[in-house]
């Protein structure tokens, strides 16, 4: 049974007959006495809960029930139902534990989705399986590892990749977050539909509109043709929105509006789109510390990790390593038709013992690098450590132009042109050489109006 809890009346009767449309017994409570008295006595699987509940509009009212409801059923799931006006109580709401909130008018197919998905997460129970029986079960043929920390994120996308909850997915650059997105796809009912992929680090302001939602011919200069959005593109399918962390703040709004609503609107047209995704996000950036100093929305995080997965670095699971190398070598066995390739015993326990900062991609990496170098079938030490990427000793002097020879701004465009010539026009490595993201050098480049053609990193 799903409890709606709201003084109105009408409100009340429509979110029934909805919830009763699609197969749910309904309950409904004008205000928070009726409301926990219902509780008590039925025990709802889910609760949809209003904030305010008279003339008073400062949502206290709905807080305080709230916290109510929590102490006397703590694991049922609740949404709360919202205005634009109101997203800070949103926010304060999920704090307390709510799981979810909805504006006002609400989406009656995104109301139903969330709803599905919380009863769906209610229901799953956690059991522990051995990698084999996981195979058995699940589409995870990608994912190479059986560490107890994997077997745990794992376990996890079994249970959530047949809800449509959000998952926000976090780790260090190149542990595989990638990987781990489209697992959540490939084991979802939406496994037949688009999964697409965005790098939000590599979208500059000034075209994110255009690409995620599309624009129409003459929407801005250069605009000839349509364009498909990347929703657009994503609709009945998931959306990856990987380095979400790298969106500036006017970009967060404008994302959040489509993950509110599910809707938005092509750039140039006044025609309000619908949507139907599954979002999953990745970042390697601590999005709580953003939070704390302002640069990330707190509703926008809320909306995006429903479900959150860390994913450790490969340090912390170093008995994967020969599976991922032995994987590595499998597949170069086959590309550079070395049948008889294999790696040293003694050099596969030097591996496992690297820091390994760039994680599984700087191990790939390594581990390829080696094969092509090395004449020799066994790769020894000394044929890893002679690829092994060592950092250029950091000079204790640093040569500056004198004062006054040239202003900020001109050290600044010499230095990006620079770095953009080095790497060949390769965005993410000349942002990474100049301690910068990769739309933070865009908006540079725009700035500035530097030209380059950009070379696929």
Request: aromatic share 6%; glycine share 6%.
């Amino acid at each position: 049974m799903i409890l709606v809890i709201d003084d109105d009346i009408a409100v009340r009767a429509s979110l029934c007959l909805l919830l009763q449309s699609e197969g749910h017994t309904a309950a409904q409570a004008g205000g928070p006495a009726e409301a926990l008295a219902i509780i008590k006595k039925k025990q709802p699987e889910l609760i949809i809960l209003d904030l305010n509940f008279s003339i008073d509009t400062s949502g206290d009212e709905g807080m305080a029930l709230l916290g109510k409801i929590k102490q006397q059923s703590p694991n049922t799931p609740v949404i709360l139902l919202t205005g634009w006006g109101s997203i800070d109580l949103a926010v304060r709401g999920m704090k307390l534990g709510a799981n979810d909130f909805i504006n006002k008018p609400w989406n009656n197919d995104y109301l139903l989705q969330s709803v599905k998905t919380l009863i769906d997460l209610q229901g799953q129970k956690t059991v522990s399986h051995t990698r084999k029986q996981l195979d058995s079960k699940y589409n995870f043929q990608h994912i190479i590892g059986q560490d107890a920390k994997m077997m745990d994120i794992l376990e996890t996308i079994g249970r959530v990749a047949a809800t449509d909850a959000s998952v926000l997915i976090m780790g260090e650059s190149g542990t595989g977050k990638e990987l781990i997105a489209e697992a959540i796809h490939q084991n979802s009912q939406r496994r037949n539909r688009p999964f697409v992929k965005v790098n939000l680090g590599g979208i500059s302001t000034s075209l994110f509109e255009s690409e995620m939602f599309g624009h129409v011919r003459g929407a801005f200069t250069d605009a000839r043709f349509d364009r498909t959005g990347r929703f657009e593109i994503a609709n009945k399918g998931t959306i990856f929105l990987d380095e979400i962390g790298e969106l500036d703040a006017s970009s967060q709004v404008k994302l959040l509006r489509v993950l509110q609503d599910r809707t938005y609107e092509v750039l140039g047209s006044s025609r309000t789109k619908s949507v139907d995704v599954r979002v999953v996000c990745a970042t390697n950036k601590n999005l709580n510390e953003m939070v704390a100093h302002h640069s990330f929305r707190e509703d926008l995080l809320y909306r995006i990790n429903l479900i959150t997965i860390y994913l450790p670095p490969l340090r912390d699971r170093p008995k994967d390593i020969p599976l991922l190398v032995d994987f590595f070598i499998g597949n170069l066995k086959e590309i550079y038709n070395r049948p008889k390739l294999f790696v040293a015993p003694a050099a596969m326990k030097w591996l496992q013992a690297l820091p390994l900062p760039g994680n599984i991609r700087q191990l790939k990496n390594l581990v390829e690098r080696s094969v092509l170098v090395s004449r020799n079938d066994e790769l020894t030490i000394d044929d890893l450590r002679s690829q092994l990427d060592i950092s250029p000793a950091k000079s204790g002097k640093s040569h500056l132009p004198g004062v006054g020879a040239l202003t900020l701004e001109e050290m600044e465009i010499g230095m990006i042109r620079k770095a953009m010539e080095f790497h060949q026009n390769r965005i993410a490595k000349a942002a990474r050489s100049l301690g910068i993201t990769r739309s933070a050098l865009y908006r540079r480049l725009e700035k500035y109006q530097i030209p380059y053609d950009e070379t696929e990193d």
